[in-house]
Nanobody, 122 residues
Framework: VQLQASGGGLAQAGGSLRLSCVVSGRTVSLTALAWFRQAPGKDREFVAAIDWSGGRTYAGTLKGRFTISRDNAMNTVYLQMNTLEPEDTAAYYC?????????????????WGQGTQVTVSS
């Protein structure tokens, strides 16, 4: 199983970015998928997750600005990020779990992408 994340870059505060993560070797419609992020000097934190049925959950502080979605035909998970803030600057990682159900814990996910950097300027 491999995950390839892309879509990061430099954005201004208030702008938008869409991250993509292509999954190979596992059918995304049968598993939970998630995004995490890690800022310099900080611990990795949960961002959003989607389960096999399309159920979604978000970190409380991000709900309303970020949207996770999935394209089963493309075996891809997305993270739409709107109204970006400098505090969103981090490396963003997609993750795939062996379970159908999502978890807010990184330990529930057994495969990870390489990370894509998001930098938001004020």
């Amino acid at each position: 199983v491999q995950l390839q994340a892309s879509g990061g870059g430099l954005a201004q505060a208030g702008g938008s970015l869409r991250l993509s993560c292509v999954v190979s070797g596992r059918t995304v419609s049968l598993t939970a998928l998630a995004w995490f992020r890690q800022a310099p000097g900080k611990d990795r934190e949960f961002v959003a997750a989607i389960d096999w049925s399309g159920g979604r959950t978000y970190a409380g502080t991000l709900k309303g600005r970020f949207t996770i979605s999935r394209d089963n035909a493309m075996n891809t998970v997305y993270l739409q990020m709107n109204t970006l803030e400098p505090e969103d600057t981090a490396a963003y990682y997609c993750a795939s779990g062996g379970s159908k159900y999502y978890s807010l814990s990184g330990s529930a996910y057994d495969y990870w992408g390489q990370g894509t950097q998001v930098t938001v300027s004020s």
